[in-house]
C-alpha cells in the first residue's frame, strides 16, 4: 500500500516545503462562527467591560465606595457624581463599578462550586447510571422540590449573611439543575461510537470520562456555564434585596438597589442604575450564551 | 503450547429486556443472539454475514465484553471473557480489538489524530517512552497514513482516511484479534477495495485473526477463510469459504448469493427472492426461524428447531431439508435452548 509519490505531489511538497499546517480545532471553529455573530459580541463586550471595571475599580471609581461625602448626598447624577449619590452621600458610580467586582466574582465562585458539587455528581450518575443514578437524582429531586429562591433564602437563614455563606446556598440551590444537565451531556455521548471504541482500547474509567465524554460535551457546557453565571448574578442580586445575602456597607448590586428603594420616589436614580447594572450584566451573559450555542451547534440555527 | 483455535464462541447469547412498565408481567426479551457457536483459527479470517438486525454487530460486541453477556462463553486463548473481571479483560483489551462500522461516530472529534492512535498505546504501555513518537509514526506508515498528520483532527479527513486511522487505532496495540464490524460498508467502492487490501497486508505482515462481520458477501468472499451465515440471532451455515460459495445448503444463503450481483449483463440472474420482513426477535417464529420467509417450507419447520449438523467437511448448516439426526438426546439440548 505504499504511496507512490507522483510529480505533482512532489512539486506540491517543495512548494510547501517548511511551511506548518494549519490545524483548525473544534475550539476554533465554533470561535470563527461566534466572530460573525453581532448580538453575542455585544454581549462579550459588556461582559469584558464589567471585567475591566471589577479588576481596576480601585483605579476607575473616583471615590471609595464606603466613603460618605454628607454635603453631597441625595444628588442626582451630575459630573461630579455620575450616576449621582446616596441618602449618606456614598458616590453611586463608585459603588457599581466596586459591585462588578463582588458580583462578577462570587458568580464566578458560585458557579464553579456548583460544577465541582452538582456537575460531578451529574457526570458520575450519567456515567454509572442504574443504582448510582437513581440514588444521586432522587437526592436532586428532593432539593429541587423546593422553590430555589426560597431554598436559598433558607439556608443564609440558617447560616447567616456573608461571602462563604451565600454561596452555599446559591451552590446548593443551583446544585440540581446543574446535574441534571450534566448528566444530559453525559448521556448524551455514552452511547456514542468513539466511547465505545475506546471502551475497546482498554481506556481506563476516569481518563474515558475526563478525555473522552467531558470534552465531547464541553460545548453544550460552556453554554450552560454562561447562562449560569447571569442565573447566579441575579440569585445574588435577589438575596441581597431580600436582606439574606452580603452585609452592608458591601457595594454588592442587590444591597445598592435594596438601599435605594426607600427613596425611590423621590431620588429613582438610586434604583436606576444598580438596576441597569444588573439588567445589563446579566442580559450580556445571556446574549453570549445564546451566541455560543449557536457557534458550538450550527444545526441548531 | 499454543493452540489452533484462538477463539471459540460457545452458546452465546446476548438477551437485551424490554422495558415495560407493567407489573407483575413476566419481562420479554429482545433475543439479539440466541445460541451462536463458532470457532475461528489462528491467522485466519472468518465472515460472518446477514441482514441488518440479524445479532452480527451484538455477536462482535459481545465478544469483546462491550455489551454483557446473557449466557455461553467465549474463550479467548482459553481464557473466558465472558467471566472475566473488568480489570483483568482491561488488561487483555490489547489483544483484541475492534473497527467499527462508521469511521465518522468512531473517532472523538475533540483528539488529534496521533493522540487517538497513541492512547492506548501509552495507557497499556506498549512502547517505552523514548519510542512512542516514532512506533505511532510508524503504525500510522503501515496503515498508509502520513505520520505529519499527527496533530490534525479526524474531521480533516475523507472516510477512507478516517477509516485508516482506526485500523491504526486498533494495529498500535499489537493485537492478535481483531473485530472488523462492518469496516467498509459506509465508504464507496474504490475505497473499499483501498482498506480490504490494507487489512489483508497487514494480515499477511502480522498474522492477524480476523472476524470480519458484513453484509457484503463479495468483500467477504474476497477476505474470508470461513464464512458464516446468520438470520435472527442464529448462526444457520457455516462452513470454508469455497464450500459454502460452491454449494450453499441452507435456503437463507442460497437466497444471499442469488442476491450478489454480477458484473455481466448477459449472465442471468435466478434471484431467490424473500417474501416479508425478518420476525421480531423478542418473539421468533417457532421450530425454524427462518420458516415464515423460507422458500421451501415444510411442515416439520414449525415443530422443530431443526440441528446444526455437519453434512460436509467443514460444513454445517440447520435445515430441516437435510436429514436430522437420528439420535434424538443429542438434539434435546440445542432445542431446549431455543425454546426459553
Known amino acids: 500500500m505504499a504511496k507512490r509519490m507522483t510529480p505533482a505531489i512532489a512539486r506540491f511538497k517543495k512548494k510547501h516545503a517548511g511551511k506548518t499546517i494549519q490545524v483548525s480545532t473544534p475550539g476554533k471553529e465554533a470561535w470563527r462562527r461566534l466572530r460573525r455573530n453581532r448580538t453575542a459580541l455585544l454581549g462579550l463586550a459588556i461582559i469584558l467591560l464589567m471585567l475591566i471595571a471589577a479588576i481596576f475599580a480601585g483605579w476607575i471609581a473616583p471615590y471609595e465606595y464606603q466613603q460618605q461625602i454628607y454635603a453631597d448626598a441625595y444628588q442626582t447624577p451630575n459630573a461630579r457624581h455620575l450616576f449621582g449619590t446616596d441618602n449618606f452621600g456614598r458616590d453611586l458610580f463608585s459603588r457599581c463599578v466596586y459591585g462588578a467586582r463582588y458580583s462578577l466574582s462570587l458568580g464566578l465562585m458560585c458557579v464553579i462550586a456548583s460544577f465541582l458539587t452538582g456537575g460531578m455528581l451529574g457526570v458520575i450518575a450519567g456515567y454509572f447510571g442504574g443504582r448510582v443514578d437513581n440514588l444521586i437524582m432522587r437526592f436532586m429531586d428532593m432539593f429541587q422540590a423546593i422553590p430555589q429562591v426560597m431554598l436559598a433564602i433558607s439556608i443564609t437563614a440558617a447560616l447567616g449573611n456573608g461571602i462563604p455563606q451565600m454561596i452555599t446556598a446559591i451552590t446548593v440551590s443551583t446544585m440540581p439543575t446543574i446535574s441534571k444537565n450534566c448528566r444530559a451531556a453525559i448521556l448524551n455521548v455514552k452511547n456514542a461510537d468513539y466511547v465505545e471504541s475506546s471502551r475497546a482500547i482498554g481506556v481506563g474509567r476516569w481518563r474515558m470520562i475526563f478525555r473522552h465524554m467531558i470534552p465531547n460535551s464541553v460545548g453544550v457546557m460552556v453554554i450552560f456555564v454562561v447562562g449560569l453565571m ?9 438575596l441581597s434585596y431580600l436582606g439574606v445575602g452580603l452585609n452592608p456597607p458591601t457595594p454588592e448590586w442587590g444591597l445598592i438597589l435594596s438601599d435605594g428603594k426607600g427613596f425611590f420616589t423621590a431620588y429613582p436614580h438610586m434604583v436606576l442604575f444598580p438596576s441597569l447594572m ?24 | 503450547m499454543e493452540n489452533q483455535d484462538i477463539l471459540v464462541v460457545k452458546n452465546l447469547k446476548k438477551y437485551y429486556p424490554v422495558r415495560k412498565f407493567e407489573l407483575g408481567r413476566e419481562k420479554s426479551f429482545v433475543k439479539a443472539v440466541d445460541d451462536v457457536s463458532f470457532t475461528i483459527r489462528r491467522g485466519t479470517t472468518m465472515g460472518l454475514v446477514g441482514e441488518s438486525g440479524c445479532g452480527k454487530t451484538t455477536v462482535g460486541r459481545t465478544i469483546l465484553r462491550l455489551h454483557d453477556v446473557t449466557a455461553g462463553q467465549v474463550l479467548f486463548d482459553g481464557q473466558n471473557l465472558a467471566k472475566l473481571s473488568t480489570r483483568t479483560l482491561r488488561k487483555l483489551r490489547p489483544q483484541m480489538q475492534m473497527i467499527f462500522q462508521d469511521p465518522y461516530s468512531s473517532l472523538s472529534p475533540r483528539m488529534p489524530v496521533g493522540e487517538i492512535i497513541g492512547e492506548a498505546v501509552r495507557e497499556h504501555k506498549i512502547v517505552p517512552k523514548s519510542q512512542y513518537k516514532s512506533y505511532i509514526a510508524r503504525v500510522m506508515r503501515d496503515c498508509g497514513l502520513q505520520p505529519q498528520y499527527f496533530h490534525r483532527y479526524p474531521h480533516e479527513f475523507s472516510g477512507g482516511q478516517r477509516q485508516r486511522i482506526c485500523i491504526a487505532r486498533a ?85 444471499l448469493l442469488s442476491a450478489v450481483p454480477v458484473s455481466d449483463p448477459d449472465v442471468k440472474m435466478n434471484r431467490i427472492i424473500l417474501s416479508g420482513e425478518m420476525p421480531s426477535p423478542v418473539n421468533p417464529p417457532s421450530g425454524c426461524k427462518f420458516r415464515t420467509r423460507c422458500p421451501n417450507v415444510m411442515k416439520i419447520c414449525a415443530e422443530k428447531a431443526p440441528v446444526f449438523k455437519e453434512y460436509e467437511a467443514g460444513h454445517s448448516v440447520a435445515c430441516h431439508l437435510y436429514p436430522q439426526d437420528e439420535n434424538e438426546t443429542v438434539n434435546e439440548p440445542h432445542e431446549n435452548g431455543q425454546e426459553k
Open chain 1, 278 to 301: 444588573i439588567l445589563f450584566t446579566i442580559l450580556a451573559f445571556n446574549m453570549l450564551g445564546d451566541g455560543l450555542r449557536d457557534a458550538f451547534d450550527p444545526r441548531l440555527k
Open chain 2, 171 to 255: 494495529v498500535a496495540l499489537n493485537p492478535r484479534f481483531i473485530i472488523c464490524d462492518e469496516p467498509v460498508s459506509a465508504l464507496d467502492v474504490s475505497i473499499q477495495a483501498q482498506i480490504i487490501n490494507l487489512m489483508m497486508d497487514l494480515q499477511d505482515q502480522f498474522g492477524y485473526t480476523y472476524l470480519f462481520i458484513s453484509h457484503d458477501l463479495s468483500v467477504v468472499e474476497h477476505i474470508s477463510d470461513t464464512i458464516g451465515v446468520m438470520y435472527l440471532g442464529n448462526i444457520v451455515e457455516m462452513g470454508d469459504k469455497k464450500s459454502v460459495f460452491a454449494n450453499p445448503m441452507h435456503p437463507y444463503t442460497r437466497s
Open chain 1, 230 to 238: 447571569g442565573a447566579t448574578i441575579n440569585m445574588m442580586a435577589s
